[in-house]
């Protein structure tokens, strides 16, 4: 989108700690060159500039995006123990589906919503509450596994236990800075926690 626009470029490092709001804030802050989004963007630029992004990414999906170590055989052994799991994600609903497919990953996600299902997103608690109630299960039996501080916000919000996983993107900040329940460093010692 830079590059289209003939905008300062970032580098990866950079651009991973501006990510995790959902797609419209990060086009903010890249075009503020900042995580501390400048107000002062005209509005029909960023749209243009949102589109951009948008059309990009729909046309480079997965491009290099796979599953981290030891997620597929979790989800499995989840999967077989009758859990239900649910993915709540800030990215935009009609990105969710074709990356789950594409990473051969839908098929062990009961519900999936996006940052622009609902009229709030993470840190709101509201998409979990939503998803609990989709999926009958109480808040209180449920648990957010996640690696920003929007899921662990949202977990503590709603009254969900949360684990989050050392890796991944939080704004270059540790996660443990925000008191998840339990943090693990990989994904498979989430099966020691769940019972």
């Known amino acids: 989108m830079l590059r289209t626009l003939k905008r300062r470029e970032f580098s990866d490092e950079t651009v991973d700690t501006w990510v995790g709001n959902g797609a419209p804030t990060l086009v903010k802050r890249a075009l503020s060159g900042s995580k501390t989004i400048d107000e002062t963007i005209d ?11 948008l059309e990009y ?3 480079n999906l997965c491009v290099a995006t796979i599953p981290y170590k030891n997620v597929l ?23 969710v589906e074709p990356i789950l497919q594409t990473l051969a990953l839908n098929s062990y996600f009961d519900i999936f919503i996006g940052g622009d299902s609902l ?5 709101s608690p509201e998409p979990l509450l939503y998803v609990c109630e989709k999926l009958n299960s109480l808040p209180s039996k449920s648990i957010m596994i996640g690696d920003s501080k929007n899921d662990i916000i949202a977990a503590k ?4 236990q949360s684990i ?4 991944g993107y939080n704004y ?18 989430i099966l020691e926690y769940i019972k």
């Open 43 to 53: 509005n029909d630029f960023f749209e243009e500039s949102l589109s951009i992004f």
């Open 57 to 59: 990414y729909k046309n």
């Open 73 to 95: 055989s979790t989800l499995q052994t989840l999967q077989k123990s009758g859990y239900k799991m649910a993915i709540i994600t800030n990215k935009p609903i009609s990105f």
């Open 119 to 123: 009229s709030t997103k993470k840190p």
């Open 157 to 160: 919000s709603a009254g969900i």
């Open 164 to 167: 989050a996983v050392s890796y």
């Open 172 to 189: 270059g900040e540790d996660i443990r800075t925000y008191n998840p329940d339990i943090t693990v460093n990989d994904f498979a010692e």
